[in-house]
Protein backbone atom coordinates (compact mmCIF):
# COMPACT_ATOMS: atom_id res chain seq x y z
CA UNK A 1 0.00 0.00 0.00
CA UNK A 2 2.85 2.36 0.93
CA UNK A 3 4.03 1.82 -2.80
CA UNK A 4 0.91 2.78 -4.52
CA UNK A 5 0.48 6.14 -1.80
CA UNK A 6 3.37 7.32 -2.66
CA UNK A 7 2.64 7.86 -6.16
CA UNK A 8 -0.88 9.17 -5.42
CA UNK A 9 0.94 11.61 -2.95
CA UNK A 10 3.66 12.79 -5.42
CA UNK A 11 1.00 13.66 -7.95
CA UNK A 12 -1.20 15.48 -5.64
CA UNK A 13 1.77 17.92 -4.88
CA UNK A 14 3.04 18.12 -8.56
CA UNK A 15 -0.57 19.77 -9.17
CA UNK A 16 -0.43 21.67 -6.24
CA UNK A 17 2.96 23.24 -7.10
CA UNK A 18 1.76 23.49 -10.72
CA UNK A 19 -1.34 25.42 -9.56
CA UNK A 20 0.69 27.97 -7.05
CA UNK A 21 3.32 28.64 -10.01
CA UNK A 22 0.48 29.40 -12.48
CA UNK A 23 -1.33 31.54 -10.02
CA UNK A 24 1.95 33.77 -9.10
CA UNK A 25 2.84 34.07 -12.70
CA UNK A 26 -0.64 35.07 -13.38
CA UNK A 27 -0.07 37.38 -10.25
CA UNK A 28 3.38 39.05 -11.79
CA UNK A 29 1.87 39.69 -15.28
CA UNK A 30 -1.16 41.62 -13.21
CA UNK A 31 1.39 43.54 -11.60
CA UNK A 32 3.19 44.33 -14.97
CA UNK A 33 0.29 45.70 -16.36
CA UNK A 34 -1.72 47.36 -13.70
CA UNK A 35 -0.96 50.69 -14.69
CA UNK A 36 -1.37 50.12 -18.51
CA UNK A 37 -3.06 53.08 -20.26
CA UNK A 38 -6.81 53.09 -20.57
CA UNK A 39 -8.42 56.13 -21.34
CA UNK A 40 -11.58 55.59 -19.45
CA UNK A 41 -10.06 54.04 -16.07
CA UNK A 42 -6.30 54.67 -16.07
CA UNK A 43 -5.76 57.86 -18.56
CA UNK A 44 -2.98 58.68 -15.56
CA UNK A 45 -0.61 55.99 -16.63
CA UNK A 46 2.88 56.80 -17.44
CA UNK A 47 3.51 54.04 -19.62
CA UNK A 48 3.90 54.68 -22.95
CA UNK A 49 7.35 52.74 -23.58
CA UNK A 50 8.28 49.37 -22.74
CA UNK A 51 10.03 46.14 -23.17
CA UNK A 52 12.67 43.98 -22.57
CA UNK A 53 15.21 46.05 -24.60
CA UNK A 54 13.80 48.68 -22.39
CA UNK A 55 16.09 49.64 -19.15
CA UNK A 56 15.78 53.68 -18.61
CA UNK A 57 14.34 55.51 -21.18
CA UNK A 58 16.87 58.59 -20.82
CA UNK A 59 19.75 55.53 -21.45
CA UNK A 60 18.94 54.46 -24.70
CA UNK A 61 21.43 53.43 -27.02
CA UNK A 62 20.22 54.78 -30.31
CA UNK A 63 23.41 53.59 -32.38
CA UNK A 64 22.46 49.95 -31.84
CA UNK A 65 18.76 50.50 -32.33
CA UNK A 66 17.92 48.76 -35.53
CA UNK A 67 18.50 50.46 -38.79
CA UNK A 68 15.76 50.40 -40.60
CA UNK A 69 16.24 50.51 -44.58
CA UNK A 70 15.42 53.94 -46.58
CA UNK A 71 15.67 55.98 -49.64
CA UNK A 72 16.98 59.55 -49.15
CA UNK A 73 16.50 62.92 -51.36
CA UNK A 74 16.63 66.64 -50.74
CA UNK A 75 14.03 68.10 -52.15
CA UNK A 76 15.67 72.21 -50.72
CA UNK A 77 18.30 72.89 -49.52
CA UNK A 78 19.07 76.69 -48.54
CA UNK A 79 22.00 76.61 -46.98
CA UNK A 80 23.82 78.49 -45.26
CA UNK A 81 21.51 81.90 -45.29
CA UNK A 82 18.44 80.50 -45.03
CA UNK A 83 16.16 78.86 -43.13
CA UNK A 84 13.44 75.58 -44.06
CA UNK A 85 11.20 74.28 -42.04
CA UNK A 86 7.57 73.00 -40.82
CA UNK A 87 7.73 70.38 -43.65
CA UNK A 88 4.30 68.75 -44.30
CA UNK A 89 3.69 66.01 -47.34
CA UNK A 90 0.16 64.72 -49.00
CA UNK A 91 -0.60 62.67 -51.65
CA UNK A 92 -3.35 64.19 -54.50
CA UNK A 93 -4.19 63.97 -57.79
CA UNK A 94 -1.62 61.22 -58.49
CA UNK A 95 1.48 63.39 -57.29
CA UNK A 96 3.32 63.86 -53.80
CA UNK A 97 3.32 66.98 -52.44
CA UNK A 98 5.63 68.84 -50.11
CA UNK A 99 5.00 72.29 -48.37
CA UNK A 100 7.36 74.08 -45.93
CA UNK A 101 8.12 77.49 -44.69
CA UNK A 102 11.52 79.04 -46.42
CA UNK A 103 12.98 82.33 -44.68
CA UNK A 104 15.78 84.37 -44.31
CA UNK A 105 18.09 83.55 -41.77
CA UNK A 106 17.24 82.41 -38.28
CA UNK A 107 13.57 80.39 -38.30
CA UNK A 108 10.08 82.83 -38.42
CA UNK A 109 11.34 86.05 -39.38
CA UNK A 110 10.20 89.16 -41.04
CA UNK A 111 9.20 87.95 -44.88
CA UNK A 112 9.20 84.11 -44.73
CA UNK A 113 6.87 82.24 -47.31
CA UNK A 114 5.14 79.11 -47.76
CA UNK A 115 6.86 77.15 -50.73
CA UNK A 116 5.96 73.63 -52.20
CA UNK A 117 7.38 71.34 -54.41
CA UNK A 118 5.72 67.79 -56.34
CA UNK A 119 6.62 64.31 -57.32
CA UNK A 120 5.76 61.14 -59.25
CA UNK A 121 7.09 59.01 -56.54
CA UNK A 122 8.38 60.82 -53.47
CA UNK A 123 11.93 61.13 -54.50
CA UNK A 124 12.85 63.05 -57.75
CA UNK A 125 11.04 66.41 -56.79
CA UNK A 126 10.39 69.31 -58.98
CA UNK A 127 11.78 72.64 -58.56
CA UNK A 128 10.58 74.94 -55.42
CA UNK A 129 7.74 77.07 -55.66
CA UNK A 130 5.81 79.93 -53.92
CA UNK A 131 3.01 78.92 -52.60
CA UNK A 132 2.27 81.94 -50.22
CA UNK A 133 3.33 85.53 -51.27
CA UNK A 134 5.95 87.69 -49.71
CA UNK A 135 3.85 89.11 -46.85
CA UNK A 136 2.56 92.59 -47.37
CA UNK A 137 5.33 95.03 -46.58
CA UNK A 138 7.48 92.43 -45.71
CA UNK A 139 9.50 91.07 -48.57
CA UNK A 140 13.35 91.81 -49.20
CA UNK A 141 12.65 95.42 -50.06
CA UNK A 142 11.53 95.67 -46.43
CA UNK A 143 13.85 97.68 -44.01
CA UNK A 144 12.74 94.70 -41.69
CA UNK A 145 13.24 91.76 -43.76
CA UNK A 146 15.62 89.14 -41.85
CA UNK A 147 14.74 90.80 -38.39
CA UNK A 148 12.76 89.63 -35.66
CA UNK A 149 10.09 92.64 -35.03
CA UNK A 150 6.55 93.38 -34.82
CA UNK A 151 6.58 96.09 -37.83
CA UNK A 152 7.25 92.90 -40.18
CA UNK A 153 5.09 89.64 -41.02
CA UNK A 154 5.93 86.61 -42.03
CA UNK A 155 3.94 82.90 -42.70
CA UNK A 156 4.68 79.60 -41.69
CA UNK A 157 3.28 76.20 -43.00
CA UNK A 158 0.42 74.11 -41.89
CA UNK A 159 0.04 71.86 -43.85
CA UNK A 160 -2.53 70.15 -46.92
CA UNK A 161 -6.10 69.69 -46.22
CA UNK A 162 -8.27 68.30 -48.66
CA UNK A 163 -12.26 69.65 -47.96
CA UNK A 164 -15.48 68.98 -49.99
CA UNK A 165 -13.55 68.30 -53.43
CA UNK A 166 -10.87 71.07 -52.61
CA UNK A 167 -7.46 70.53 -51.97
CA UNK A 168 -6.28 73.59 -49.59
CA UNK A 169 -2.79 74.40 -48.30
CA UNK A 170 -2.97 75.97 -44.66
CA UNK A 171 -0.50 78.44 -43.78
CA UNK A 172 -0.56 81.53 -40.23
CA UNK A 173 0.40 85.01 -40.91
CA UNK A 174 1.37 87.04 -37.62
CA UNK A 175 4.19 89.96 -36.73
CA UNK A 176 7.23 88.03 -36.20
CA UNK A 177 8.44 89.30 -33.40
CA UNK A 178 7.66 86.43 -31.22
CA UNK A 179 5.43 83.57 -30.96
CA UNK A 180 2.57 84.66 -31.58
CA UNK A 181 1.59 88.17 -32.92
CA UNK A 182 -1.46 89.77 -31.94
CA UNK A 183 -2.50 89.86 -35.67
CA UNK A 184 -2.07 85.46 -35.78
CA UNK A 185 -4.68 84.14 -38.08
CA UNK A 186 -4.61 80.86 -40.11
CA UNK A 187 -5.41 81.20 -43.72
CA UNK A 188 -5.92 78.63 -46.72
CA UNK A 189 -4.62 78.58 -50.34
CA UNK A 190 -6.82 76.60 -52.68
CA UNK A 191 -5.20 74.51 -55.70
CA UNK A 192 -6.71 76.05 -59.38
CA UNK A 193 -5.58 72.87 -61.49
CA UNK A 194 -6.51 74.64 -64.45
CA UNK A 195 -3.81 77.48 -63.99
CA UNK A 196 -1.06 75.66 -62.06
CA UNK A 197 -1.38 77.55 -58.85
CA UNK A 198 -2.34 78.15 -55.38
CA UNK A 199 -5.20 80.91 -55.00
CA UNK A 200 -6.32 82.47 -51.76
CA UNK A 201 -9.08 81.08 -50.13
CA UNK A 202 -10.22 82.45 -47.09
CA UNK A 203 -9.64 82.79 -43.28
CA UNK A 204 -9.72 79.32 -41.48
CA UNK A 205 -10.08 80.63 -37.66
CA UNK A 206 -8.73 83.55 -36.51
CA UNK A 207 -6.17 83.60 -33.45
CA UNK A 208 -4.93 80.65 -34.31
CA UNK A 209 -2.46 78.32 -35.26
CA UNK A 210 -2.67 74.46 -35.94
CA UNK A 211 -0.14 72.00 -35.54
CA UNK A 212 -0.97 69.62 -38.04
CA UNK A 213 -3.79 69.75 -40.87
CA UNK A 214 -7.87 68.56 -39.88
CA UNK A 215 -8.56 65.02 -39.62
CA UNK A 216 -12.07 63.26 -39.16
CA UNK A 217 -13.62 62.45 -35.93
CA UNK A 218 -15.28 59.27 -35.82
CA UNK A 219 -18.43 61.21 -36.07
CA UNK A 220 -17.53 62.47 -39.44
CA UNK A 221 -16.95 66.27 -37.78
CA UNK A 222 -13.04 67.77 -38.51
CA UNK A 223 -10.55 68.07 -35.62
CA UNK A 224 -7.61 69.92 -35.17
CA UNK A 225 -5.12 71.82 -32.45
CA UNK A 226 -5.05 75.13 -31.90
CA UNK A 227 -2.20 77.35 -29.91
CA UNK A 228 -3.89 81.51 -29.38
CA UNK A 229 -1.11 83.72 -29.75
CA UNK A 230 -1.17 83.59 -26.12
CA UNK A 231 -1.25 80.23 -25.43
CA UNK A 232 1.41 80.38 -23.27
CA UNK A 233 -0.62 81.69 -20.35
CA UNK A 234 -3.97 80.23 -21.31
CA UNK A 235 -3.07 76.66 -22.74
CA UNK A 236 -3.86 74.69 -25.94
CA UNK A 237 -7.03 73.79 -27.71
CA UNK A 238 -8.45 72.04 -30.16
CA UNK A 239 -10.86 72.67 -32.38
CA UNK A 240 -13.86 70.70 -33.74
CA UNK A 241 -16.42 71.80 -36.74
CA UNK A 242 -16.53 72.17 -40.46
CA UNK A 243 -19.04 70.22 -41.16
CA UNK A 244 -20.60 72.58 -44.02
CA UNK A 245 -17.86 75.42 -44.16
CA UNK A 246 -13.99 75.35 -43.61
CA UNK A 247 -14.34 78.69 -41.40
CA UNK A 248 -16.72 77.17 -38.98
CA UNK A 249 -15.02 75.71 -35.88
CA UNK A 250 -15.79 75.49 -32.13
CA UNK A 251 -12.94 75.84 -29.68
CA UNK A 252 -12.16 73.24 -26.74
CA UNK A 253 -9.22 73.81 -24.24
CA UNK A 254 -7.50 71.12 -23.08
CA UNK A 255 -6.65 72.43 -19.56
CA UNK A 256 -3.02 71.50 -17.43
CA UNK A 257 -1.37 72.45 -20.89
CA UNK A 258 -0.33 75.33 -19.37
CA UNK A 259 -0.02 74.39 -15.45
CA UNK A 260 1.17 70.66 -15.53
CA UNK A 261 3.41 71.06 -18.53
CA UNK A 262 4.45 74.30 -21.18
CA UNK A 263 2.51 72.41 -24.07
CA UNK A 264 3.80 72.89 -27.34
CA UNK A 265 2.89 71.30 -31.01
CA UNK A 266 -0.36 69.31 -29.61
CA UNK A 267 -0.79 65.83 -32.31
CA UNK A 268 -3.79 63.15 -31.78
CA UNK A 269 -5.20 60.21 -33.22
CA UNK A 270 -8.14 57.92 -32.64
CA UNK A 271 -7.61 54.59 -31.47
CA UNK A 272 -8.47 51.30 -31.76
CA UNK A 273 -12.36 51.35 -30.94
CA UNK A 274 -12.58 53.95 -32.60
CA UNK A 275 -14.43 56.10 -30.05
CA UNK A 276 -11.95 57.50 -27.71
CA UNK A 277 -8.81 60.07 -28.98
CA UNK A 278 -5.42 60.21 -27.28
CA UNK A 279 -3.36 63.65 -27.59
CA UNK A 280 0.36 64.17 -27.05
CA UNK A 281 2.01 66.97 -26.21
CA UNK A 282 5.84 68.64 -26.50
CA UNK A 283 7.24 69.98 -23.23
CA UNK A 284 8.58 73.38 -22.92
CA UNK A 285 9.62 72.66 -19.33
CA UNK A 286 12.52 70.42 -20.07
CA UNK A 287 11.23 67.41 -18.40
CA UNK A 288 12.54 65.07 -21.55
CA UNK A 289 9.62 63.33 -22.24
CA UNK A 290 6.13 63.37 -24.04
CA UNK A 291 3.01 64.06 -22.19
CA UNK A 292 -0.47 62.69 -23.31
CA UNK A 293 -3.98 63.43 -22.48
CA UNK A 294 -7.54 61.23 -23.40
CA UNK A 295 -10.73 62.31 -24.60
CA UNK A 296 -13.79 60.35 -24.46
CA UNK A 297 -16.27 62.44 -25.73
CA UNK A 298 -14.94 63.73 -29.39
CA UNK A 299 -12.66 66.30 -28.11
CA UNK A 300 -14.66 68.15 -26.35
CA UNK A 301 -12.94 67.45 -22.79
CA UNK A 302 -9.62 65.92 -22.14
CA UNK A 303 -8.04 64.28 -19.05
CA UNK A 304 -5.11 66.18 -17.34
CA UNK A 305 -2.08 66.03 -19.10
CA UNK A 306 0.63 63.16 -17.93
CA UNK A 307 4.05 62.37 -18.17
CA UNK A 308 4.94 59.61 -19.92
CA UNK A 309 7.78 57.62 -19.97
CA UNK A 310 8.27 58.24 -24.04
CA UNK A 311 11.71 60.16 -24.26
CA UNK A 312 11.38 63.45 -26.14
CA UNK A 313 14.18 66.13 -27.38
CA UNK A 314 11.53 68.64 -27.24
CA UNK A 315 11.06 68.43 -30.39
CA UNK A 316 8.19 68.58 -33.06
CA UNK A 317 6.95 64.94 -33.93
CA UNK A 318 4.24 62.87 -35.91
CA UNK A 319 2.91 59.78 -36.84
CA UNK A 320 0.04 57.97 -37.67
CA UNK A 321 -2.11 54.74 -38.00
CA UNK A 322 -0.99 52.47 -40.48
CA UNK A 323 -3.79 50.28 -43.10
CA UNK A 324 -2.82 47.34 -41.25
CA UNK A 325 -3.63 48.44 -37.92
CA UNK A 326 -0.48 49.40 -36.08
CA UNK A 327 0.84 53.19 -35.00
CA UNK A 328 4.08 54.53 -35.95
CA UNK A 329 5.67 57.62 -33.99
CA UNK A 330 8.51 59.67 -35.64
CA UNK A 331 10.45 61.79 -33.15
CA UNK A 332 13.62 63.07 -31.95
CA UNK A 333 14.02 60.41 -28.77
CA UNK A 334 16.90 61.74 -27.83
CA UNK A 335 16.44 64.09 -24.73
CA UNK A 336 19.36 65.19 -25.31
CA UNK A 337 19.63 66.94 -28.72
CA UNK A 338 17.55 66.67 -31.96
CA UNK A 339 19.61 63.87 -33.05
CA UNK A 340 18.45 60.81 -34.40
CA UNK A 341 15.24 60.55 -35.75
CA UNK A 342 13.64 57.03 -34.60
CA UNK A 343 10.57 55.36 -35.46
CA UNK A 344 8.37 53.28 -32.79
CA UNK A 345 5.33 51.39 -33.22
CA UNK A 346 2.43 50.31 -31.18
CA UNK A 347 -0.35 47.29 -31.95
CA UNK A 348 -2.74 50.21 -29.88
CA UNK A 349 -1.44 53.66 -30.33
CA UNK A 350 -1.10 54.30 -26.34
CA UNK A 351 2.55 51.81 -25.54
CA UNK A 352 4.99 51.70 -27.92
CA UNK A 353 7.37 48.12 -27.71
CA UNK A 354 9.24 48.38 -30.70
CA UNK A 355 12.00 51.31 -31.86
CA UNK A 356 14.12 51.71 -34.67
CA UNK A 357 17.03 54.05 -36.09
CA UNK A 358 15.88 56.50 -38.78
CA UNK A 359 18.32 58.82 -39.54
CA UNK A 360 21.05 60.64 -37.42
CA UNK A 361 23.98 62.04 -37.04
CA UNK A 362 23.35 65.44 -37.29
CA UNK A 363 20.91 68.07 -36.04
CA UNK A 364 17.31 66.49 -37.81
CA UNK A 365 14.11 67.71 -36.45
CA UNK A 366 10.45 68.11 -37.43
CA UNK A 367 9.16 64.80 -39.15
CA UNK A 368 5.83 64.62 -41.36
CA UNK A 369 4.52 60.97 -41.96
CA UNK A 370 2.30 59.92 -45.03
CA UNK A 371 1.82 56.47 -46.23
CA UNK A 372 0.54 55.65 -49.68
CA UNK A 373 0.92 52.32 -51.39
CA UNK A 374 2.70 50.46 -49.30
CA UNK A 375 5.56 52.98 -47.94
CA UNK A 376 6.11 55.59 -45.85
CA UNK A 377 7.41 58.94 -46.93
CA UNK A 378 9.28 60.38 -43.93
CA UNK A 379 9.73 64.58 -44.17
CA UNK A 380 12.10 66.25 -42.54
CA UNK A 381 13.85 69.62 -41.51
CA UNK A 382 17.89 68.78 -41.67
CA UNK A 383 21.24 69.99 -40.65
CA UNK A 384 19.69 73.09 -38.47
CA UNK A 385 16.67 73.55 -40.55
CA UNK A 386 18.59 74.16 -43.89
CA UNK A 387 17.50 71.91 -46.08
CA UNK A 388 13.70 69.51 -46.42
CA UNK A 389 14.14 65.97 -46.90
CA UNK A 390 12.73 63.20 -47.21
CA UNK A 391 13.08 59.38 -46.33
CA UNK A 392 11.06 56.17 -48.42
CA UNK A 393 10.79 53.59 -46.50
CA UNK A 394 9.01 50.13 -47.32
CA UNK A 395 6.57 48.97 -44.52
CA UNK A 396 7.27 45.74 -44.90
CA UNK A 397 11.01 46.47 -44.34
CA UNK A 398 10.08 47.60 -40.77
CA UNK A 399 8.89 43.49 -40.10
CA UNK A 400 12.12 41.74 -42.01
CA UNK A 401 14.24 43.98 -39.55
CA UNK A 402 11.67 43.07 -36.45
CA UNK A 403 12.06 45.81 -34.66
CA UNK A 404 12.79 43.95 -31.35
CA UNK A 405 15.92 45.78 -30.14
CA UNK A 406 17.95 42.66 -29.48
Same mark, same amino acid.
Given at each position: ????????? %?? +??????????? &???? /??? #?? !??????????????????????????????????????????????????????????????????????????????????????????????????????????????????????????? %?? +??????????? &???? /??? #?? !??????????????????????????????????????????????????????????????????????????????????????????????????????????????????????????????????????????????????????????????????????????????????????????????????????????????????????????????????????
Amino acid at each position: MRNLKSPIK %WY +STAIFLLFTVT &LLCF /SCK #ED !KTEDYPNPVSNPQSQLMLQGDWLQDPHKIDFVKLPKIPLEHKVVSDVTPDGVNQHNYLAYYDNRYWIMWSDGPGVEDRVGQVVKFATSKDGLEWEKPKFLTPYPEGSGPESPHYNTRTDQGLR %WI +SRGFWEYQGDF &LALA /SLD #EA !KGFFGPSLNLHAFKWNKDSESWEYHGIVMENAINNFPPKKLPNGEWFMSRRSFDYVERGVDFMVGAKDRFDQWEVYPVFGTSTHLEAEEPYWWILPDHKNLMALFRDNRKSGFLYRSFSTDNGRTWSAPVQTNFPDARSKFHGLRLQDGRYVLVSNSNYKKRDPLTLAISDDGMVFTKMGYLVGGRHIDYPHVLEHNGYLLIAFAGDAKQKIEVVKVKISDLDKIGLNNK
